[in-house]
């Protein structure tokens, strides 16, 4: 069964999660494979997960991933053509969103997508934080999120290659911001990554929107194939209880 899947990347965990359960409960042919690092007793592990919009985990598909040569990116391209396979074997959906922990690069594993089609790659973008964090100087390894134990990678390095690497980058935030700081964010990632489409995602009534022709693209943007959706206004009703 032929699967769009779009690829989510960005370093906030919980922004990731909040955008990921309005999507599923939007659009419910739609599924997420989401990968997480898990820091238990038994030590560091990738746990994948797969969500619909019933919003609850598929556990015949969701398991914990022992990483490959300590290498949280080796392993998640290790895991996918694996977590692809399930889904697309189950014939439950057509669309997917591959949500990426928080220390890759969309780049690492955008190639090891077998037989689906990579639509989209967004990332989603902390406007509160941004600025500091291109700025700053500390290491991932400071902050918990190193991919392996020689990534020895900055937050600004990270974060400025999930903007590079992205078609679209979902601006969470922005309204939170003074005028002249929105001002230096967006003139900052029109710098970083010219060509993406800067989509702002705050309160709204409606979460996400379906796009059908490359047409509705402004004409920096790339031309994005297929049936993409993008991140538009932000407003997503809890998951049922259950």
Do not use: F, N
Not at 5 to 13: C, E, N, P, R
Not at 112 to 124: E, G, L, M, R
Not at 146 to 159: C, K
Request: charged share 20%; hydrophobic share 45%.
């Amino acid at each position: 069964m032929s699967l769009t899947l779009t690829v989510l990347a960005g370093s906030s965990t919980s922004l990731r999660d909040d955008l990921v359960r309005c999507l599923v409960l939007r659009r419910p042919r739609l599924v997420a494979v989401v990968y997480d690092v898990d820091l238990g007793p038994s030590g560091v592990q990738l746990v994948r997960r797969i969500l619909d919009a019933t919003g609850t985990a598929h556990s015949e598909h969701s398991e914990h991933v022992e990483l490959v040569g300590c290498c949280l990116s080796c392993t998640t391209r290790h895991d996918l053509p694996e977590a692809m396979r399930l889904v697309a074997d189950s014939g439950r959906w057509s669309e997917g969103v591959l949500a990426l922990p928080a220390a890759l690069e969309p780049d690492a594993v955008k190639t090891h997508t077998a037989d689906v089609v990579v639509d989209t790659v967004t990332t989603v973008v902390d406007a509160v934080l941004l600025l500091d964090q291109v700025g700053g100087d500390d290491l991932l390894a400071d902050r918990g999120l190193a991919a392996a134990p020689a990534d020895r990678r900055s937050t600004a390095e990270l974060v400025s290659r999930q903007l590079e690497g992205a078609d679209v980058l979902a601006l969470v935030g922005l309204e939170r911001v003074g005028t002249d700081r929105a001002r230096t964010l967006q003139a900052l990632l029109a710098h970083l990554a010219p060509l993406a489409l800067q989509v702002p995602v705050g309160p709204g009534e409606q979460a996400v929107t379906s796009w059908s022709a490359p047409g509705v693209v402004t004409r920096t943007a790339p031309q994005v194939s297929g049936s993409g959706w993008l991140p538009s206004r932000w407003s997503c009703a809890r998951r049922p209880a259950g």
